[in-house]
Structures are given as structure tokens and as C-alpha cells.
């Protein structure tokens, strides 16, 4: 079975290509930038033709690729619109035109302030940053093509995705980074606002169980059990490094914390995560102090 | 006071650019292409150099333009996407950075299967269709900059649009042109599907309203009293020509009907629909029978 990962070159994108060609699939990335692992096709999501070409003779695409760097999406709303709603209808035009599945990277941060809790999937969504805004977009764009055209296909509501590799401008790699260099962490707000943190190999995983599955039209959460609240999250740290935690004023537009439900995964799809959080945190730290 | 109206060549922007002149404002048109009636700039939403030049000066941006025409975006999501989200995206930055207040023109569709009725402002939004689900990406992104960057600015849910002046493609057109020829006009289902038909007029006016208020970072409903379904339309057209109705199969992802109330709007903006369905439709008749 063949498989192109958009977004290959990313975080998400790289721990995902990773897990398909270790289940045997046939794994081509999808890039603006060429990386050094398995083979990519340098394109533009933007462009039908760029995408259209490298969808032709693949059963699914694991569309990860948008502007994922909420600061970016905030600064540059226009262009996380661009890649993430245009981007995203024209993988869908290029499925329907050479007949592949579509498995779409979405994101928890869609429903906005919870009316209730757990939040499943029949909570409604209102996104309120141009990057959640813009995923929605895509995502919906997505699932109106499977109900409307009859594409296969199906969005995963991704927690926060961490796990070796991540960004240097993600709030994990900010902190390790300070700590190392012996500097202050510093946590907007009382660090209060709670996280389901989910392993990037976990996420890998429920991408390949919705590739194989048949399951259409619809979203699922795919989230990590534990709520880790950001203090959680610096006092580990801090905990590692000879350093101090300080706090300073909440950020505008942050989003609150939300417990999600991912039930309806485990029953659908039979997708529970794996990677306890605090195991997921060492391996990263230990792979940062690795770099150097 | 100084008014840019968007999407100005098109049915609701030549209505409101006219309603604004009326109302003693200095108003100029922004559209793709040029048209006979006032100031016009011809420009591309797409591009912000081109919007933006275009902002600038001016007090309010009154947002239509859009690829509005559902079917086009049926066909196009991708177009739709670019023209409805990053042009919105595009007049937002703009207007932010020309100091202009921005109402949008959003559609009552944005909400999907009615899960309470009638239908308010509170309502949780899940367009379907590449149309209103770029739509609500665009009123989305509005919001968030009003939220995040204090952006002056409103989005109006507008009911479905008619009056004199409607697209060849409109069900009013489609219906009005076949039984002036006597040919039978055919309803897609039984009919039954109401629709809160709202005219141009009546919204140029809400518009007008929302420009002058200060109520910023939300949306209201703007939508006509009655509700009026698509075999109450086709009847009374056929009542005035030698045709007949018949019937024809449902559409996949035509929007169920909704009863939604423009209360808050009457609360807050003062504002009511002030053109009987029947008068408007027949005021449209014979508009287009004067054509020839």
C-alpha cells in the first residue's frame, strides 16, 4: 500500500512517514523543503498541479501539511488561510481526482471554550485564532467532500503533539532550551491551563489505524488520557536542570484548558495512546541534551 | 463619512452601495470588474496590496465580496476558499492597518441542521457545504481580530437574498425565466424547504446600521420575519404566468430549513425587515419583465 505524507519535512510529518515505512508501507513525503529521510517530492499545497501530481498513484494521503506554528498563523492569518483551507481543498480535489483516501491532521484546539465536559465529537466547534479557525476550515472542506463527493475520508482532532524533534519555538523545546542555559522558565498566566499532551508515535499510530480503516465523513479526538497542566509540565523540567520557575501575565487568545474525550476513537478505531507522559517528556529532554 | 463596499458589481453590493449614497455617504466600489454605477476600484481580494490601497481612507469596509454564487463554490472549493477566507483575511489586515471598521456579510447558513429553533446567535455553527463553511471561515477570522487585535468590526448572518437585479443562476430567476417562457417550473424535493428570503434592500439597511453602531467581535442574525418555502415561491410565480409546477428529486447538501431569529439584532442594532415577501417578489417580476 502507498501512502504520501504532506507536511513530511515537520515534527508531525517526519514521526509519521517514520511509522508507515516501519508497517511496511510505501511512504513518499510531501514538502516545501527537501529532508534527508526516504523519498519527497518538493511542492506547494497551494498550487492544484503540485499537489495533484504526487497524489496520482497513492491509496491514502496523511495530510499534516499547513502552517502548524500558531505564532506564524497569527501573525500571517492570510497565509495560514492560504495553506490551510486552500491547501486542503485542492489534496482534496487531487484525491477524488485519482481516487485516494485522505486522513486530515485537525486539531482539539476546534471547539473552543468547552460547554461541556469530556468534549466528544458532537461538542460544537468555535475556534477563535487563525490557526484553529483555519484547520476547522480545512477540516470541514475535507468532510463536506466525503459526504457531498463521495471522498473517503476522515479528520483526527489532534491534542498537543510532542515527542523528539519538535519546533524550537514549541513551549517544550522554549522551556528545555531556557533551562539548559541555567535561565528562568517562565509560565503565561498561573500555568493553571491543562494539556492532553499525545506522542508524536501515538499520533503516527492513529493515523495508520484510520489509513487502514474505512471509516468516513466523520472526525475523531485522538488526545493522550492525561491532563499535564503547563506548571506540571515546567516543574519536570525545572526539576532536571539548575534552574527556577517564575510566572508572568496570561497571553491573549490562549486557549483554555478543555478535558477531550477520545472514547469514540478507542471504540471506532481501536486507538488508545501508549506513551505515558512523563516517559515522553525524559526521551525528549534526553534527546535535546543529545544534540549538542 | 467614507465607505468602501466590497463585491460592489454583484446583486447585494450594487444595493448597498446605492443604499449608502442615499444615506448622504462618499461611497466607493471594490470589485473584479468595473460597472457603470459610482466610484469603482477594480481589484482582487486575493492580493492585499490591492484591498489595501483600496481601504485606505475610508471609515468602514462593508465586506460582500466573495465567490457567493453557491453552485461556483460547489464546483470550486478551492476558489472559494481563496476568495471567501484569505480575502477576508486580506480586508481584516487592511482594515487594521487603515484604521477602518469592518462588517461582514455572513449568511444564516453558517449553522447547519437547526439543533434548537428558532435559531439564534448562541447556536452552534456546522456549514456543510464549501460555500457557507468559507463563509464562517471568513466571518471566523473577522472575529478573531476583533478579539485578538481590536479590530473594529461585525458580522451580519444574513437570511437568503433577493430583490431586483438577482443573478441568471438565482432559484428566483431560474423560476421567473422558465414560466415567463410557459415552461413547467420543477421544485428539487417536495418543497417544503423554507427559507427566511430577506431583501436587498431591507439588509443594504442593516449594513447601514452596523456601520454607524460601535458594536464590535460579534455576529447577528439579519433575516426577514417570514418564512416563506421554495413551493410558496414557485406557486406564487406560476400564479402570474401560463406554466406549471413539478417536482424532482432532492439535492445532496441542500440546507435543511431553519427558523432563525433576528431578535438580537432588533435589540441591539434597532433593525427590522420592512419589505413583505410577496411585494418584494412581485416589485422582482416585474422588474424582469421590464428587461425586455
Chains 1, 2 share one sequence.
Not at 494521503?61 to 502552517?67: L, S, T
Not at 482539539?108 to 484547520?135: C, M
Not at 517544550?172 to 539548559?180: L, T
Not at 488520557?225 to 491573549?252: C, N, W
Request: aromatic letters at 6%; one cysteine or more.
Amino acid at each position: 500500500m502507498k501512502v504520501l505524507v504532506t507536511g513530511s519535512a515537520g515534527f508531525l510529518g517526519r514521526h509519521t512517514a517514520r511509522y508507515f515505512a516501519d508497517q511496511g508501507w510505501e511512504v513518499t513525503g510531501f514538502d516545501q523543503v527537501d529532508h534527508d529521510e526516504g523519498k519527497t517530492i518538493v511542492g506547494d499545497l497551494t498550487a492544484l498541479d503540485s499537489i495533484s501530481s504526487a497524489v496520482a498513484g497513492n491509496d491514502v494521503v496523511i495530510h499534516i501539511g499547513a502552517i502548524g506554528d500558531v505564532y506564524l498563523a497569527g501573525e500571517q492569518p492570510a497565509l495560514a488561510a492560504s495553506v490551510n483551507v486552500v491547501g486542503t481543498a485542492n489534496v482534496v480535489e487531487a484525491a477524488l481526482a485519482h481516487g485516494a483516501r485522505v486522513v486530515y491532521a485537525s486539531t482539539w484546539e476546534v471547539y473552543g471554550h468547552p460547554k461541556f465536559e469530556p468534549i466528544n465529537e458532537d461538542h460544537p466547534t468555535s475556534p477563535d485564532h487563525p490557526y484553529n479557525i483555519t484547520k476547522l476550515g480545512g477540516e470541514s472542506m475535507l468532510l463536506a467532500a466525503c459526504r457531498l463527493r463521495n471522498l473517503s475520508g476522515l479528520a483526527l482532532r489532534l491534542g498537543t503533539a510532542f515527542g523528539t524533534g519538535l519546533r524550537p519555538n514549541s513551549v517544550f523545546r522554549i522551556f528545555i532550551d531556557r533551562a539548559r542555559r541555567a535561565e528562568p522558565i517562565t509560565v503565561q498566566g498561573d500555568g493553571s491551563q491543562g494539556r492532553q499532551f499525545t506522542h508524536a508515535h501515538d499520533i503516527a499510530g492513529a493515523f495508520e489505524m484510520a489509513a487502514r480503516s474505512e471509516l468516513t465523513a466523520m472526525a475523531l479526538n485522538i488526545v493522550g488520557p492525561e491532563t499535564v497542566t503547563i506548571r506540571d509540565l515546567a516543574e519536570h523540567i525545572v526539576s532536571r536542570f539548575p534552574t527556577e520557575l517564575r510566572f508572568g501575565p496570561p497571553r491573549p487568545g490562549d486557549v483554555p484548558p478543555a478535558r477531550v474525550s477520545a472514547d469514540r476513537a478507542r471504540q471506532l478505531l481501536g486507538w488508545q495512546a501508549q506513551t505515558s507522559f512523563h516517559k515522553g517528556l525524559d526521551e525528549l529532554i534526553d534527546d535535546v541534551l543529545r544534540e549538542d
